[in-house]
């Protein structure tokens, strides 16, 4: 199975677990109203029947979007783009210039002095913020960057799910710029 189609697998089990306990609320409210009836049951399969469409679609658009957001950066996408703690090293990128451009970006926010560069960034258009660091080795010329979940990430909620690989390409892709444009 390719890396893509196991992200996918890995966010459609995700979106089911999340309305599971939906759904089986639905299905004993449904039993305690009307009790054990047929009616009941045919009820409480029309709830079940109607989620599995949306969590396909929902997972096929989240892959979508990891996609797209890590589209010209050769950054691999696949089920790790899930977890909580993104890395990734960039060549050439001098602490300056990291400094300069996490500064100057407009979701990056509390940026740090020294090395490593400590900050926090906004993925998404919410509240919700990654905590990074770019950590600069001058004698090998490589620049670690780590993006952890931060407030308002933390917990996994189906909404969020790879914001902090979302943070990171955005991330690389501004450090890449600014290095294209110095």
């Known amino acids: ?15 089911f677990a999340d ?30 029947v109607a989620w599995v469409p949306l969590c396909l679609l929902w997972a096929a ?30 060549t050439d990128i001098p602490l300056a210039l990291v400094r300069a451009e996490l500064g100057s970006s407009g979701r990056a926010f509390e940026v740090g002095d020294g090395n490593p560069v400590d900050f926090r960034r906004r993925p998404l258009r919410g509240r919700a913020s990654a905590d990074g660091s770019v950590t600069c080795d001058e004698s090998s010329g490589e620049a670690r960057v780590e993006v952890r979940a931060g407030k308002g990430l933390k917990g ?10 979302v943070a990171l390409c955005q991330i690389v892709r501004t450090l890449r710029s600014g290095e294209k444009a110095g």
Do not use: H
């Open 61 to 90: 658009w989240r892959t979508g979007v990891l996609v797209r957001a890590a589209r010209g950066l050769g950054i691999e996408v696949s089920e790790n783009a899930l977890d909580p703690t993104q890395t990734y090293v960039l």
């Open 1 to 15: 199975m390719t890396p893509r189609r196991r992200l996918f697998v890995r966010l459609l089990l995700s979106a």
């Open 156 to 165: 996994g909620a189906l909404l969020f799910q790879g914001a902090v690989f």
């Open 19 to 48: 309305f599971v306990p939906l759904m089986l609320t639905m299905c004993v409210l449904a039993f305690v109203d009307d009790g054990i009836t047929w009616s009941a049951l045919g009820r409480a399969a029309e709830g079940p």
